[in-house]
């Protein structure tokens, strides 16, 4: 069945400092999914990309897809203490409609 | 507040006990999904609704059993559960139109313990 996968499993960084997160599939995505959950919280949806090549920006985050659609990245500039938590891919293989999530990578950030 | 409200928020039962989790949601979505995170695992999808209709069920065992009587409420329903299903269960909605699945909402989940 399809996989999803993420590295780093963990991140420690220094705030201000620099994080990005891979995310492969191994198949080809109609669509993925970021998510990102706090300690103790559940997983709250941060964007949804489509397009092969797309980049999105949200502030400090910018989310990039894949050009064969396999693969996604977030990557956070400057992380800030509010930015701990876990994050989740998710993505959507092209034969199927429901998400299959990858184990998420967790970040945290030292002040 | 998500929209998605679960109870119990936590539950410890017994090996020979029969439980059942709630999720509501009022977001007008068609689909609900439960889905199980434990700590050595992926959030594993455990069943989904659309429309009031089961349209998965990931070889989830028996003794977990899911009902959904209306588009707004999925329950599900825990009898002789074992101690590895001691896990957050996840309850999300999303809208699903033409194949295509929107944002999950999630819950704030259910931390079940299995005595």
């Known amino acids: 069945g399809q996989q999803v996968m993420q590295i780093p499993q963990y991140q420690h960084v220094q705030e201000g400092e620099d994080f990005t997160t891979y995310c492969n599939s191994s198949?080809?995505?109609?669509?993925i999914q970021w998510y990102k959950q706090r300690p103790g919280g559940h997983p709250v949806f941060l964007i949804q990309l489509v397009k092969s090549g797309e980049v999105k920006k949200q502030k400090r985050l910018t989310f990039q897809f894949g050009e064969a659609k396999k693969n996604s990245s977030l990557h956070i500039t400057a992380t800030q203490t509010t930015d701990v938590g876990t994050y989740f891919c998710a993505g959507t293989p092209n034969y199927g409609q429901n998400f299959v999530f990858g184990p998420g990578t967790r970040l945290s950030v030292l002040p | 507040e998500t929209g998605v409200t679960q109870t119990p928020r936590h539950l410890v039962m017994g090996m020979t006990n029969k439980k059942s989790l709630k999720c509501e949601q009022h977001?007008?979505?068609?689909?609900m999904y439960w889905y199980k995170q434990s700590a050595k695992k992926p959030l594993e999808l455990m069943f989904v609704y659309n429309f009031k209709e089961q349209t998965e069920n990931n070889s989830v065992p028996s003794r977990f059993s899911p009902e959904c009587p209306n588009s707004s409420h999925l329950f599900l329903h825990l009898h002789t559960l074992q101690p590895e299903d001691s896990a957050l269960y996840l309850c999300a909605s999303s809208s699903h139109r033409g194949g295509v699945t929107g944002e999950l909402f999630f819950g704030e989940g259910s931390r079940l313990t299995v005595l």
């Open positions: 977001l007008g979505h068609n689909a």
């Open positions: 198949t080809t995505l109609s669509n």
